[in-house]
């Protein structure tokens, strides 16, 4: 463990718009240690995507910057992978083949023929997809493309995992599957994760720490919740467990007591941007047994 592994060093933003300058992140400080699992949590449009998008170097910090392992990141680079909310699988390559094309990025001249063949295999192993390796995007569920999406991201090896609401566009049981698998998959590689969700029960139950942002304009860290539950973590056992509950509350507590959004009706939660990020889910206190 490094104790400066990934550093998002006193990050600003500020947009250019055509009404001016419009500053999406003050100061947004944080130090995450090698496979750390963070979740990023807060209002439509607060700016997680903006934090997680200057970690993967996709934007550039208008003040501060990233350092992961002593380098400054100043563009994308294949040790911080992106999985996106809607997957991003090239609808004419098969699921083996989308894999492929990042391993041969990645790994060309590093690994045989025989050596790439297995490690896309492998991956493909990890999300449980080794049985539709030979199909096509457009033949397989969403939930399987997702997972497709992130043998991908796995497959480049990275040392930093980032996930822009991975499980937002998927059904409830599908997403408590993919839950359970990431966290086998975090059990097993170490990877440092950033993962950005709306969901307040999959941030407790895969978190080391939920980070949750204030509203904008102008956001920064509001809070940190650190979540000392034991690894491995059961949804079924945890739903009556009072520590989970006592996590959950205190997330819900920070997004609708202290970071209400002005005029907002608490049940439900605006999204004034338009985006197509989903309104925070406020779920009942045993769906984590979903
Ligand atoms: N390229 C951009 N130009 C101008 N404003 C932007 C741009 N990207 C994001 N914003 C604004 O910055 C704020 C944060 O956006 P975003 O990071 O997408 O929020 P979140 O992911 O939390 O929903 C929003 O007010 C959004 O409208
Ligand atoms: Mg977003």
Redesign the pocket.
Known sequence: MTDKHLNIDHVSMV?D?PSGP?T?LENVDLVMSEGEYVSLI?H???????VLNIVAGLLQASTGGVVLDGTEVDEPGPERAVVFQHHSLLPWLTAYENVELAVKQVFKGKKSKAEMHDWIEHNLKLVHMEHAMDKLPGEISGGMKQRVGIARALAMQPKVLLMDEPFGALDALTRAHMQDSLMEIHAELGNTVIM?THDVDEAVLLSDRIVMMTN??AATIGEILDIRLERPRDRVALADSPEYNHYRASVLKFLYERQRRPGSDDSKPVDE?G?D?KALKIVSSNSAAA
């Open positions: 947009f718009t419009f999406a807060g439509s449009g607060c700016g997680k995507s903006t950005i904008g304009p941007h985006s990020d």
